[in-house]
């Protein structure tokens, strides 16, 4: 016992070693990193526990058609006119020169205004859900036409409800403490897990209770933890009251909120596209197939986020301060590491069809071709995320903007063209061509403003 308490003890002293010579700005973020890691690793184990309990629970086609609704329904979150990530910079600033009062009062702000948005959004779905017929338009057996109609209002629901709580993972983001907010996602990823498990035991396969459970468990826990860290806990002094709600900040956080609004619409259209196109021209059964390869090497597009996540916020700061050296090192770091996740990438392609015999056994079969061409479509994703979160962090996006609008106003016909002359590998094609394309747009973007040579569109 001993010999362990000494090595524990010599780990310790060797980390608080390593931590003394980092500046503050950095220690925040290696302990945020180490939080998100230890969260998302209970996430990733949530999700491949998931997975095959609902396979289990329904059967492959319905699982296809809950993945295809989910992501049907996921566009509704987007249209926040980009308030969330407006507000995330926004409260950044005000922190980092000191002003908490201004921080408050654009929480309180956010809050309302997004309440509002809201309101006005789930009324349109409601309308929207009375005149659609989702089986019909999904290309499925008429039998399914009532029972989709109550899962699209359910989970629209707490689609638009989480809306409302997320601006609580939003402020932790935005006061450097990402690692708090995955701890929460990830408590909602067991709750989740818990709730499937249950269905399993005491009700019959349902959509209905997969939209109930599974959807509302995290938008539960997200909403039990806000409230009692506005009550009780850290950000009491930040608590969103009606007396700190100012109209005339709105215009600040829009302003900017409103060009991450249009990429996140963009967002939509190229990559949110996909699983519909694929249940269109391919059939539900390759939606499937297509999230078993995705969720699998998702895991080196988690791996990459948890590490990534903590710059945007930490980039605003230093942007705010001129500190470009500690961000030009910050940059360097990042592009290593994505070419330790490509490494990873092709030894997890490598053990693809073992990995997935353990997982889902001979339930679905998932070809190779696709996982190739997932790992593809992963590791642009993963670097395109790095150049736009950072950029994103110094707040210059209207070229990232540009792209992104132009790649959606041909999304649909290339994915369309691309699943009927090679199936799923043909739909990943565009939205892989497009984080490569918008990746090397900001490498080019960052490198001038590091370097102060940036102008015109460069530092819009």
Request: glycine share 6%; proline share 2%; with cysteine.
């Amino acid at each position: 016992m001993t010999k362990y308490k000494n090595a524990y003890h010599d780990l310790r002293m060797r980390a608080t070693r390593i931590l003394g010579n980092m500046s503050e700005r950095t220690q925040g973020v290696v302990r945020n990193i180490g939080m998100s890691f230890v969260a998302r690793m209970v996430s990733i184990l949530c999700t491949m526990l998931i997975v095959p309990l609902t396979i289990d629970y329904v059967n492959p086609t319905s699982y296809g058609i809950w993945m295809t609704f989910a992501s049907v329904i996921a566009w509704i979150g987007y249209f926040n006119f980009g308030l969330a990530n407006g507000f995330r910079n926004r409260f950044a600033e005000a922190r980092a020169e000191g002003n908490d009062l201004l921080a408050r009062q654009y929480l309180s702000t956010t809050y309302f205004a997004i309440t509002i948005v809201v309101a006005v959004l789930y009324l349109l779905t409601i309308l929207l859900n009375s005149m659609m017929d989702w089986a019909s338009f999904l290309h499925l057996d008429s039998a399914y036409a009532h029972e989709l109609s109550s899962v699209f209002l359910i989970m629209s629901s707490f689609v638009c409800l989480n809306m409302i709580v997320n601006i609580y993972s939003t402020l932790l983001t935005a006061d450097q403490r990402p690692g708090i907010a995955a701890i929460i996602q990830a408590a909602g990823q067991v709750a989740s897990l818990a709730a499937i498990w249950l269905l399993t035991r005491l009700t019959e396969g349902s959509l209905v209770n997969l939209a109930l459970y599974l959807a509302g468990a995290p938008v539960a826990v997200m909403l039990i933890v806000q409230v009692a860290s506005y009550r009780w806990g850290r950000y009491r002094r930040f608590a969103p009251a009606l007396r700190f709600i100012r109209p005339s900040l709105i215009r600040n956080i829009i302003v900017l909120g409103l060009k991450f609004f249009a990429i996140n619409i963009c967002l939509i259209v190229v990559f949110h596209m996909t699983d519909l196109v694929i249940t269109r021209e391919v059939g539900p059964e390759g939606t499937a197939q297509y999230n078993i390869a995705k969720r699998y090497f998702n895991i080196i597009l988690m791996a990459m986020t948890i590490i990534i996540t903590p710059f945007w916020s930490s980039f605003t700061e230093a942007y705010v301060k001129h500190d470009t050296s500690w961000m030009k090192n910050s940059l360097r770091r990042l592009e290593q590491l994505w070419l330790v996740s490509l490494t990873g990438g092709m030894l997890m392609l490598l053990l693809s069809d073992w990995f997935y015999g353990i997982w889902i056994g001979d339930k679905l079969e998932v070809p190779f071709l696709l996982s190739l061409s997932t790992l593809a479509f992963i590791e642009s994703q993963t670097l395109g995320n790095i150049y736009m979160h950072l950029v994103n962090g110094i707040g210059t996006i209207r070229l990232q903007t540009i792209l992104y609008v132009i790649i959606a106003l041909v999304a649909w016909p290339c994915m369309v063209y691309g699943g009927r002359q090679w199936g799923i590998c043909g739909v990943l094609l565009l939205p892989t061509a497009a984080y490569l394309v918008q990746a090397i747009a900001a490498k080019v973007q960052l490198t001038k403003i590091l370097s102060g040579t940036a102008r015109g569109i460069w530092l819009q």
